[in-house]
C-alpha cells in the first residue's frame, strides 16, 4: 500500500480495491478520489492497528461520487470511516446515486456537513450517520434486504432527507438515537 500520491479516478466498470489503511498513501488530502460508475472496495476484517478498531480511516481523503453514481462495496466486514479533521473539508461531494453494498460497516462521521445531493442505496449493509449532514443536503436514503440504518444525531435530518424502507418479505430497520431539541 502506500503507492497513490495523486487524485484517483475510478470510471465504470472499474474497481480500486482497498486492503489497508495505507493503500491511498499517506492520506493527507492530495489523494482525492472521484468515482464515475466504478467500485471503491474496502477488504480485510475490522481489526485496525492491534485488532482494536477500524482498519480504513480517510480522515484527510475527500470522495467525489460524479458520472454514473458510484458504490462502496465492504465485504468480509471491511469498514470505512468517512470523517473528516479538516473543518473546510467536505469529505463527500456529488450529486449522482451512492450504492452501499457488502457484509461490512460503512461510518459517516465527519464533523464538517457533506455537500453530497444525491439518492444513497444501502442493500443489505450497515451504515452509522452520527451527524445529520453527514448524508449531504437532500437524499433520499432507501434500505434494501436485511439493511441496518443507525442515525445517532443531535439535529434533525436535512428538510429535504427522505428514508424509504421499501416493504418485503427481508425489510430493512432504522434505529434513530436523537438527543436534539429540532
Known amino acids: 500500500g502506500g503507492n497513490i500520491s ?24 492530495v489523494q482525492d478520489v472521484t468515482i464515475n460508475g466504478g467500485t471503491l472496495r474496502v477488504d480485510g476484517p475490522n481489526t485496525g492497528t492491534g485488532g482494536n478498531g477500524p482498519q480504513f480511516i480517510y480522515k ?18 471491511g469498514e470505512l470511516i468517512l470523517a473528516s479533521q479538516n473543518a473546510a473539508k467536505s469529505i463527500l461531494a456529488g450529486s449522482t446515486k451512492l450504492t452501499i453494498t457488502g457484509s461490512g460497516d460503512l461510518d459517516f462521521t465527519n464533523a464538517t456537513p457533506n455537500t453530497f445531493t444525491g439518492n444513497i442505496d444501502i442493500k443489505n449493509h450497515k451504515v452509522l450517520i452520527k451527524q445529520a449532514d453527514n448524508i449531504g443536503t437532500s437524499p433520499t436514503v432507501t434500505l434494501y434486504g436485511t439493511s441496518l440504518l443507525e442515525l445517532d444525531l443531535t439535529t434533525a435530518l436535512p428538510s429535504g432527507a427522505n428514508l424509504v424502507v421499501p416493504a418485503s418479505a427481508a425489510a430493512g430497520a432504522v434505529n434513530l438515537n436523537y438527543s436534539g431539541t429540532d
Not at 6 to 29: E, F, M, Y
Not at 60 to 76: A, D, K, M, R, S
Open 6 to 29: 495523486g487524485p484517483v479516478i475510478i470510471n465504470s466498470g472499474a474497481t480500486l480495491r482497498l486492503k489497508d489503511n495505507t493503500d491511498l498513501g499517506a492520506n493527507d488530502g
Open 60 to 77: 484527510w481523503t475527500p470522495i467525489t461520487i460524479g458520472t454514473g453514481g458510484g458504490t462502496f462495496n465492504l465485504p468480509n466486514a
